[in-house]
């Protein structure tokens, strides 16, 4: 029997880090577990050059070249369209897939949507984020106006476009269907952990602890992107509501981005600054070594539209490692963690809320084995990429069926 063969559209992938990135990089290696045959492509968002092709993690990735629209504002987002379907087309000819997979965002789809009815072939897209309401956090649109309002149209169109919708995660499938998409279109395919790749850590690094002066110290910490809405200015003014209560409680902010200066002088003008150990961002492989320093693993993601409605892959990461997960009760965490079981959740938006749990847990130690085990069965049972991505080859198959029912009936 042929092997199905899948060819995936990303925005980008590997060499580069990114959640995005390994989501994907974990989909193609659990559909090749299944003897799924896989061709990896992406936009010119990868890099602004790079080569036709190139191997990474044993896999090769198809690259896009830019066209001349590219550095001309409005005009380039058409360039990234109108350059991956003549890469499409290219690729399709050469490597017959049966199968086009687009993921986000809806560029890609739109893009894979004019080439899958030119050669006659399915297109599932895969819908990650709202990225229109990403850009609100990041200020580079406000909710509603002319931008937010074209890629919201662009979104619809992308869905619209492919013959079945993945998700990942309920809120992201809620709101598609409230746009049109049908129930059995949709499917969810929720973000999981590499449990190989996330062993449960028991013990500090001790050479990390000695360089940041943290033996003695009770440890909160977060790793990842500093953007407004993952709340961090809500974590430090819940720092400073404990800061004489709890003489040896510190903050551990382990990356960097949009908000790390505005961090910094939040931090001195609270007076906190001796308390709060920004350490840049550090490579991917010393990526755990850090997890092992943390005893709480914060995530105090603001209430806005992307957080209620996506989900996050960190708190499952930290829940792989044995780690002791607090997370406000936005929508996207309640979709992963079960208050007073796996975690800890409260009120978002809300440093007293957040000063409290903090105080709570704290007092409440002989708990923390218990949550802690609960959330590393969960991943293990539940939240791994294995389950996560199953629904594929069925999703795949009944498409194909689709297909050959329709030829059928032409017939």
């Known amino acids: 029997m042929t092997p199905l063969k899948v060819l995936h559209i990303f925005d980008h992938s590997v060499p580069l880090h990114s959640g995005y990135s390994f989501r994907s990089l974990a989909i193609l290696r659990e559909q090749h577990k299944l003897g799924i045959e896989t061709v990896q492509l992406t936009s010119t968002k990868h890099y602004a050059e790079a080569p036709a092709d190139e191997m990474v993690d044993g896999l090769k990735f198809y690259r896009t070249a830019q066209g001349a629209l590219a550095k001309v504002p409005v005009l ?16 399709i000819t050469q490597e017959k897939p049966d199968i086009l997979h687009a993921h986000s965002p809806s560029l890609n789809a739109i893009a894979a949507a004019s080439v899958a009815r030119r050669f006659g072939i399915p297109l599932v897209y895969e819908m990650r984020a709202s990225w229109e309401d990403a ?57 999981g952990v590499d449990i190989d790749a996330f062993p449960p850590l028991t013990e500090r690094n001790s050479d990390l602890a000695s360089k940041h002066q943290l033996e003695g110290k009770t440890v909160l910490g977060f790793l990842g992107s500093f953007y407004r809405y993952e709340g961090l200015h809500i974590l430090l003014d819940a720092l400073a509501k404990l ?8 903050l551990l902010l382990v990356g960097g981005g949009l908000q790390e200066q505005a961090l910094k002088a939040q931090a001195e003008q609270l007076g906190i600054s001796d308390r709060v150990i920004f350490t840049g961002r550090v490579p991917h ?23 209620e409605l996506v ?24 979709e992963l963690i079960q208050h007073g079981e796996t975690g800890v959740l409260f009120k978002a938006d809300d440093a007293a809320a957040l000063a409290l749990s903090i105080s ?17 069965r969960f991943v293990e049972q539940v939240r791994n ?8 080859p069925d999703i795949y198959r009944a498409l194909l069926q689709k297909q050959n029912d329709n030829k059928k009936n032409v017939r």
Request: glycine letters at 6%.
């Open 243 to 250: 800061k004489d209560s709890q003489p040896n409680l510190v």
């Open 76 to 91: 380039n987002q058409w360039d990234v369209i109108s350059t991956l379907k003549q890469r499409l087309a290219e690729l």
């Open 285 to 307: 492989q010393q990526v755990a070594q850090y997890y092992s320093l943390v005893d709480i693993f914060v995530y105090p993601r603001e209430s806005i539209r992307l957080t």
């Open 385 to 392: 990429w294995k389950n996560s991505t199953a629904p594929y």
């Open 135 to 191: 850009a609100v956090s990041h200020g580079t649109c406000k909710e509603g106006d002319l931008r937010y309002r074209l890629g919201q149209w662009l979104e619809k169109k992308a869905l619209h476009s492919a013959d079945h919708v993945v998700t990942i995660c309920q809120g992201l499938a809620t709101q598609v269907q409230q746009w049109g998409i049908q129930a059995n279109n949709i499917s969810i395919v929720p973000n």
């Open 311 to 334: 989900t996050p892959l960190k708190p499952l990461e930290a829940m792989a490692q044995l780690g002791l997960v607090l997370a406000s009760d936005i929508g996207g965490h309640r």
């Open 360 to 376: 709570e847990l704290l007092a409440n130690q002989h708990d923390w084995d218990r949550l802690k085990q609960n959330g590393r």
